[in-house]
C-alpha cells in the first residue's frame, strides 16, 4: 500500500518551492447565546501554498463553473481542516470565495486539496 503521508508531504514541498502564497480564512460558529440572541463567528487565519489554474472553455458551463472561476490545489498538509463555502481565500491580495472543495484523500489521508474558487 502507497505511503499516502510521505505523498502529502511530497505535495507540500512541491507546493513550498514553486506554489503561491494562500491565506486560507477559516470560520467557525461560536455556540448560540441565548441572552443576547446571537451565535458569534470566530474567524482563524492559515497560510500555506497553492497553484492555480484556468479552467478550460470546455468545462465552463455558467452555472456550476463560471467564466472567470479558477481551480486552486492547495497542500491539505498545511491547514487544519477542509476548506469550505463559508471560509475565504486570499491570494496576492485578491479575496476568493470557494465554490467547492474537493479532498483528494486516499485511505482518509488528506494529500491535496481541489478548490474552485470565485474572485470576490
Not at 512541491?14 to 491565506?23: A, C, I, N, P, Q
Not at 475565504?88 to 482518509?108: F, N, R, V, W
Amino acid at each position: 500500500m502507497p505511503n499516502y503521508t510521505q505523498i502529502a508531504k511530497n505535495v507540500k514541498k512541491t507546493l513550498s518551492k514553486s506554489g503561491l502564497s494562500v491565506t486560507l480564512t477559516l470560520s467557525t460558529l461560536d455556540d448560540y447565546d441565548p441572552i443576547t440572541n446571537i451565535q458569534p463567528i470566530t474567524t482563524t487565519s492559515e497560510t500555506g501554498k497553492g497553484a492555480m489554474f484556468n479552467y478550460t472553455r470546455s468545462l465552463v458551463d455558467g452555472t456550476s463553473i463560471k467564466s472567470g472561476d479558477v481551480l486552486l490545489y492547495l497542500d491539505a498538509e498545511t491547514f487544519s481542516k477542509e476548506p469550505s463555502q463559508e471560509d475565504k481565500l486570499t491570494i496576492d491580495g485578491e479575496d476568493y470565495s470557494i465554490i467547492l472543495c474537493k479532498p483528494l484523500k486516499p485511505a482518509g489521508i488528506p494529500v491535496l486539496y481541489e478548490v474552485q474558487i470565485r474572485n470576490g
